[in-house]
């Protein structure tokens, strides 16, 4: 899977680079340059020609700021901040480019540039260039566990596209950055030059179909895995640590994804308030996930707007079966209650989620559950008193058969003693005839 362009350090990989370069014998060999240390689109430029950076390959050491404004030849000023003015696009040829080092071979060496093909048939939206911003939440890389959030953003140009060879000059036309854009006449503060990341992918659908766009989402998502998976073994394992790292993700026009970079320390300033609002939850849902308080239970697959993706493996065919789509990825986010979660150990203990659902059930069917209980105790308590009944019955009954064996013995000790009586009455009416 090639989802990036060839890509080189200068001057490191300068020879390098020009084999590459001379490769590209086509009219569309356009290459972009981007310092190391710098962001917001800071010392970015284009060139097409070898000859606009040779002096890389002539001269080794040189100071940190300029030797890009002779280098390219590309007529940019800077302004206060150390930002090139991209609205002025003449030419300048002066001396405040370039700047020896003096000093021995000790000095400071020549600050490192990343160069690499510049994709030039992007994928358009009303005649501008677009690219994402995506967030991964990696919480271990041994093992490797990776969150994506469903949520993010694409970042528009205020000039429409152009490949021309003329025009490559023209940052406002062919950079995104926002720190750029905002400089431009035609930038619309009140949007920000931003679509969220869901509206794009409606969008999309509406323009070339539900399956292809869900395809092209989920490509996006194994590039993201990817580039974890290529960094995992130099990565310190550190259970106590995370990271979390912006994605930047251009699509061209036959929708195809390429990885632009990866940001360690993705800007979180917001310039809408819908960009606000979702850096906001971004940042609450990170935490949720981090779960400092020890509040989850650990077999989570989804907290907030984070999807679990990738944990020790690949999780898509799971996911996949329980959706039906292949990547979560700008859909949206629920607004559903939050899980019910335990209580940490130093809390105490609570009943499991499941009785809690049970709970909720009865308190929720309201008085026909009190009366069905209250039938049930008024069942308990009629069968009580049966049974004391019966026993209460059961124990007249013996005393009453009690009495009767009484009587009936009486009865037959009071027969005995007349028939006693009546047999001494004869023996003496015999003895006295006798006599």
Known sequence: MIFGQPLFFLPADYALFSEEFKKKTSNNNTWIMKPIGKAQGRGIFIFSKLSQISKWKSESRWGKTGIIGNAVNCGKDRDSSG??????????????????????????????????????????????????????????????????????????????????????????????????????????????????????????????GVPRIDQLYYEIQKICIKCLEAVQPVMIADKHCFELYGYDILIDDNLKPWLIEVNASPSLSANTPADYQMKVELLTHTFDVLDLEGKLYGDETRVGGFDLIYKGCNLDAKNEQSNGYKTMLGTEIPKDAPTKRRKSKHQGKSLPSSNLNKVENNSSSGSNSVNEISSQYKDKDSNRHSVSNVSNQMEHNNKEGTRGNDDESITSKKSGIERKRKENGNFRRRNTINS
């Open 83 to 208: 930002n090139h003015d991209a609205n002025n696009t003449s030419s300048n040829s002066g001396s405040s480019g370039k700047h020896r080092i003096s000093g021995d071979d000790d000095d400071e060496d020549v600050e490192s540039y990343v160069v690499q093909k510049y994709i030039n048939n992007p994928l358009l939206i009303g005649g501008r260039k677009f690219d994402i911003r995506l967030y991964v939440l990696v919480t271990s890389f041994n093992p490797l566990t990776v969150w994506i959030y469903r949520s993010g953003f694409c970042r528009f140009t205020t000039y429409r596209y152009s490949n021309a060879t003329a025009s490559i000059s023209n940052n406002l036309m062919h950079l995104t950055n926002v720190a750029i854009q905002k400089k431009s006449d035609q930038y619309d503060s009140n949007d920000g030059g931003k679509w969220g990341l869901r509206e794009l992918k409606l969008y999309l659908m509406s323009q070339y």
